[in-house]
């Protein structure tokens, strides 16, 4: 079947411009997340979307970045007025609600570059 | 800070060698769990250990758990220079929440 899917894979904007990521879960997979990850990095945690719950927005760094998930299935991370420090590859992941553990499915990422 | 510490943060290291990579975290925990990631692009998960376990194996990995220490270490045997990547650590605190990521470690393994 098919993994997480990301789009673009590359995304160049000038700075205050406003952009939206994309992302296609596995079918089936009700947990989403985003994550961002900066150059030689680890992961830092965005947003998480699970099932019908509230989203947990804890690790949105700004009120310039939202996402939605609509129908449970695909997600829009929208960064607003984007800054150079914005820069970044979004990853997002999907897994199984309502298992024993959580295993992640990561898609390739966007690369986003804020010029 | 991170709930996951990788150390080192690099290692190089030659072909046929072996290559341990450390992980650390500070609460407690359901499971650990180890990803690889190849140029910056998505992850890709290796290995899961629970922390009713201390010891698990897959293929040429080898992972431990000490959850009174609250550490675990990835092993890889034979490496090869495929085996080139970054490696991190994720914990999950309760079944079915959210995984927390290490800072990763670049492994390099020189033909």
């Known amino acids: 079947g098919a993994g997480v899917s990301q789009s673009p894979s590359n995304k160049v904007t000038e700075k205050g411009k406003d952009v939206e990521l994309r992302c296609d879960p596995i079918?089936?997979?009700?947990?989403l997340y985003w994550y961002r990850q900066s150059l030689g990095q680890g992961l830092e945690f965005l947003i998480y979307?699970?099932?019908?719950?509230?989203?947990?927005k804890s690790g949105l760094p700004s009120d310039r970045f939202s996402a939605e998930r609509t129908g449970g299935s695909v997600s829009t991370l929208t960064i607003q007025r984007t800054q150079q420090e914005d820069s970044a590859v979004y990853l997002c992941?999907?897994?199984?609600?309502?298992?024993?553990?959580?295993?992640?499915?990561f898609g390739p990422g966007t690369r986003l570059t804020v010029l | 800070s991170q709930q996951g510490e990788e150390d080192p943060q690099a290692l190089s290291i030659q072909e046929g060698e072996n290559a341990t990579m450390n992980c650390s975290y500070k609460?407690?925990?359901?499971?650990l769990q180890w990803y690889r990631q190849n140029s910056g692009r998505g992850l890709v998960h290796l290995i899961l250990?629970?922390?009713?376990?201390r010891e698990k194996h897959s293929g040429r990995l080898r992972v431990t758990l000490d959850t009174s220490k609250k550490s675990s270490s990835l092993l890889i045997t034979a490496s090869r220079a495929a085996d080139t990547a970054s490696y991190f650590c994720?914990?999950?605190?309760?079944?079915?929440?959210?995984?927390?990521f290490g800072e990763g470690t670049q492994l390099t393994v020189n033909p």
């Open positions: 979307f699970q099932g019908n719950s509230a989203p947990d």
């Open positions: 609460t407690s925990i359901n499971n």
């Open positions: 992941a999907s897994s199984l609600e309502y298992r024993s553990y959580n295993e992640q499915f």
């Open positions: 250990i629970r922390s009713n376990e």
């Open positions: 079918s089936g997979h009700t947990a």
């Open positions: 994720a914990t999950e605190r309760a079944s079915g929440s959210r995984l927390t």
